[in-house]
């Protein structure tokens, strides 16, 4: 195996949790909705989401002072437990994790051996990214504010469904391109068989990610790693 130049990783279930998106996210956007709501009752951006959500859910009319709160927190509750992905809807819950990160009652979570393994790449000049199909400030949040701190001086860069989707080969050679690396140099951990198909078809190394939970790997190509220790360049 060539020495890699840079490392790419995927976030839940490689780096993070894959169930802390239903553990931790969901909980704190239905839990400080009110509160979310009666704080930013005077803000643009927020009544904007709300209108979109009420016009496009509900039958009454957003300017309808009627509209009880509710029926607005009720209909949203509804959108965060069926895992909408309405446009207007994941910008209000974005706000929502936002102010939970920035007074930190909400925090990101990583593995125990994410923080050494990436500080070790890190310090021996490998480029260290991300790529999650969850936006960059999303992705920035979860790992400024981890329980073993700030580790984002680490990374060098993030990407999310704007470089494209992750099971498409052209996706890597973008992400290639951008960090300057050549394909044949950068490894890529997922615990996605079909995201390393996509990246194994564009040069690059891969490993599979099997964390707990996911006991039962599927046997295929892939090399397992089931700790980031095992990923000693
Ligand atoms: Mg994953």
Not at 124 to 130: D, E, L, N, R, W
Not at 215 to 230: A, D, L, Q, T
Request: proline share 6%; aromatic share 12%; glycine share 6%.
């Amino acid at each position: 195996m060539m020495q890699p130049k840079a490392v790419l990783l995927d976030i839940e279930g490689t780096t993070t949790p894959k169930d802390f998106v239903y553990r931790k996210l969901f909980p704190f956007a239905k839990e400080h909705l009110n509160e979310f709501l009666d704080a930013h009752s005077e803000d643009v951006e927020v009544q904007k989401c709300l209108s979109k959500i009420i016009g496009n859910y509900s039958q009454v009319s957003p300017h309808d002072k009627n509209t009880g709160r509710k029926e607005i927190t009720d209909l949203i509750v509804s959108l965060i437990d069926s895992d909408s992905k309405f446009t207007a809807f994941k910008e209000l819950e974005a706000m929502i994790w936002n102010s939970g990160y920035a007074s930190g009652e909400l925090k990101g979570e990583v593995y125990p051996d994410v923080p050494p393994a990436i500080k070790r790449w890190h310090d021996s000049g490998i480029v260290v990214s991300i790529y999650s199909s969850g936006s960059v400030p999303a992705q920035k949040a979860i790992f400024s504010t981890t329980q073993y701190g700030d580790l984002t001086r680490y990374i060098f860069s993030y990407f999310d469904t704007n470089v494209g989707p992750k099971n498409e080969p052209d996706s890597y050679e973008r992400i290639s391109g951008l960090i300057g690396v050549d394909p044949s140099r950068i490894v890529f951990v997922s615990d996605s068989v079909i995201e390393l198909q996509a990246a194994d078809a564009s040069g690059f190394m891969t490993y599979l990610s099997v964390r707990p939970g996911m006991e039962n790997p599927p046997n295929g190509k892939y090399r397992v790693i089931r700790n980031f220790s095992e990923l000693r360049f």
